[in-house]
């Protein structure tokens, strides 16, 4: 069974870093792409940041762009998201996502993209 557990959240203050884990096991995680998505109270989820299984090709969306950095550790079964520079914007719970259907379809951060989500994990972000 595939399961996806996210950590490293917390609370911090604007301009501060935080790095978040998602252990997953199930599966082989070398074979899946990989995502980052957040949601906001009253919100859509949105892409953050996707990863292919090789870690070669990276997506970001705009809004983090030069400040968060995906990267993924194939022989622990762990992707991260290295968040810098936060702000208040970035409040919001993160949920790391699983794709074992082969390449992306479309938009990497396109909810549609993955079928295996895990529980998330808090990020709050004070001004």
């Known amino acids: 069974q595939v399961q996806l557990v996210e950590s490293g959240g917390g609370s911090v203050q604007a301009g501060g870093s935080l790095r978040l884990s998602c252990a997953a096991s199930g599966y082989t995680s070398s074979d899946y792409y990989m995502g980052w998505f957040r949601q906001a109270p009253g919100k859509e989820r949105e892409g953050v940041a996707a990863i292919s299984p090789q870690g070669s090709l990276t997506y970001y969306a705009d809004s983090v762009k030069g400040r968060f950095s995906i990267s993924r550790d194939n022989a622990k079964n762990t992707v991260y998201l290295q968040m810098n520079s936060l702000k208040p914007e970035d409040t919001a719970m993160y949920y790391c996502?699983?794709?074992?259907?082969?390449?992306?379809?479309?938009?990497?951060?396109?909810?549609?993209?993955?079928?295996?989500w895990g529980q998330g994990t808090q990020v709050t972000v004070s001004s």
């Open positions: 996502a699983a794709r074992s259907r082969g390449q992306w379809v479309g938009y990497p951060l396109s909810r549609s993209n993955y079928n295996y």
